[in-house]
């Protein structure tokens, strides 16, 4: 049996909690949790519990902030091609920029 793993405040959590989302939600989600640099399971507990979501600047949030920047360009250049209009980018936008914003 291996050893039971404690969070950061030696609390053991044995509790699971679950819940279904859509594909667009899943991906605002994922988009968040990436760009906030913590675990997705840390991400949703602390958005749950109202807490403040620090965000460290490391290379993996670095990463996700351009990997997000590039897809948000190419969407950026695809709507001025075709003269559509995306709500879900300018979400993604706004989240890329509090998150720089907070980096200061």
């Known amino acids: ?4 793993r404690k969070d950061d405040k030696n609390r ?7 819940f279904r989302v859509s594909p667009e939600e899943n991906d605002l989600i994922n988009t968040q949790v990436a760009l906030s640099g913590l675990s997705k399971q840390d ?11 620090v965000v460290q600047g490391n290379p993996r949030v670095y990463k996700a902030l351009k990997d997000k920047l590039d897809e948000v360009l190419a969407e950026l250049r695809r709507i001025n091609d075709s003269g ?7 979400e993604t936008i706004q989240i890329i920029n ?4 907070g980096m200061k």
Do not use: E, F
């Open 43 to 53: 991400y949703i507990i602390k958005r749950l519990l109202c807490r403040d979501i």
């Open 1 to 4: 049996m291996s050893a039971k």
């Open 98 to 101: 509090t998150t720089l914003h």
């Open 84 to 90: 559509g209009n995306n709500g879900d980018l300018l």
């Open 12 to 18: 053991w959590r044995n509790k699971t909690v679950a």
